[in-house]
């Protein structure tokens, strides 16, 4: 009797894996009549939601059959995809953390002037999780070249989101000096890839639960995604449940991958990022909660749509779809990219790659190099993008010495745009803005510049400004 209480108190305890455990999950799929409004309230119910078609309206769930009774009592028919005990891990031919680790360092030692490879911190278990920075005389730190950061898997069953990281690395290092405009953008811009993110989660994956989203917090896990300090539990885009997939833990900033995250974008300072997702086959731009725009919207919506026209559809029908998380999915608070806007003065985006029909953890023969090579249109764009409209320069005073703590004010000539910026503390910058005229002014302690009238074409167009005492 004792044994069996035990037993059951334990399946509570661990829910997540019990379901792993005894094959009690479905993959199901619903289409949905008023996509917004049933979109709610199946993130109302904590429903682990795998992904969407929007040409459909078709939502892919993850559920036990106490939810999939809920589905059928809610009026809604869902189709019974797979049953699946989860607990066997992907095709052996997807990464883990040990082959990452490896991989970079191979790409290091064969590329030694272009990349190096640190770990940038330590997982809730202690793992390492590593970077790459790839730039010409990468051994030569250059606070002058602005910094692009990619990086992959936040949730550890979103195994298709390392190869394209590995890719990134792999295209960008092996075409160096073959291939003019890779070489260009490795001789002025710095690229940094973080390829395999939730290290602790992805080791899950393998061992005990093929759909495991999270960290390994306590068995039951952190969404990392959704335990950034910015907006963090605002507007009820997470979970405050620790057996919901999408749990925000128990304080912002609690995880130490999230930690490990901002302190790496603080000192890299990147001006534009990608995080690799799956699946949906969408771009998402800030803000994750409903009603709210970014600031500088005319760029960062801009720059995003052009993004998603890059990347075609796995069916080959059409391109990706661009928006917030609330106009595409649901609200989502506590995410990386809202953090990064708001906090970091980076231009994010989520990508969400495949299709429904391609899921989480596609067959690796038939779509890992179809789906690599589709994304390269994408990260190419984003480094092209360095190239295009910017205004980029160094803030120094009167004596030629670079200014700290110094502000970048920047309105368009017709009123409608407006940008504040900080300065970088080595007092360089790089702004990304649409052509047009701008009044720029300069602000730093004891310093101001007068306000002067930039055209900007589609090219990057230096700007040195005259700084005189207050």
Known sequence: MIKKIILKFVL?????????????????????????????????????????????????????????????????????????????????RY????????????????????????????SLQGRDIWAI???????????SKPHVFFNAMHHAREVMTSEIGLDIVETLLGQYGKDPTITRWLNSYVVDVVPMFNVDGNQLVWSQDSMWRKNARGGYGVDINRN?????????GSSGSRYAQDYRGEGAASEPETQVMMNYVRSIRPVMSVSYHSYSEIVIYPYGCEGQRTE??????????????????????????AGTA???????????????????????????????????QPNYSRW??????????????????????????QIKDPQGRSVQQAKIRIRSADGVFSQELRVNPDGFFNVILNPGLYRVQIEATGYSSEPQVIKLGDLRTPFEPVLKKL
């Open 368 to 393: 890992r190099d179809q789906t690599v090579e589709a994304q390269r249109a994408g990260w190419k764009y984003i480094l092209g993008r360095m190239d295009g409209s910017s205004l980029y320069g």
């Open 95 to 122: 990464q883990n953390p040990e082959k990452v680790e490896a991989a970079l360092k191979q790409f290091a030692a064969l590329h030694p002037n272009l990349a190096q490879v640190k770990s940038i911190g330590k």
């Open 12 to 92: 509570i305890l661990t829910a997540g894996h019990a379901f792993a455990q005894t094959g009690g999950r479905s993959l199901v799929r619903v289409e949905l009549g008023d996509y917004h409004g049933d979109m709610k309230k199946i993130q109302a119910r904590s429903l682990d939601v795998a992904g969407v078609d929007l040409s459909k309206k078709q939502v892919d769930l993850i559920v036990d059959s106490s939810e999939l009774k809920w589905l059928k009592t809610a009026g809604y028919r869902p189709v019974v995809v797979s049953v699946e005990r989860f607990s066997a891990g992907p095709d052996s």
């Open 326 to 360: 609330p106009e595409l999915l649901y609200s989502v608070d506590g995410g990386d990219i809202d953090w990064l806007y708001a906090v970091a003065q980076v231009i994010p985006f989520v990508i969400e790659v495949n299709a429904v029909s391609q899921g989480f």
């Open 296 to 321: 500088t919207r005319e760029v960062v919506e801009k720059i995003g749509k052009e993004l998603a026209s890059k990347l075609k559809k796995d069916d080959g029908r059409g391109t990706y779809t």
């Open 228 to 236: 950034y300090p910015y907006a963090w539990n605002s507007c009820r």
């Open 133 to 143: 920075r790839m730039t010409q005389n990468v051994k030569v730190e250059d606070p």
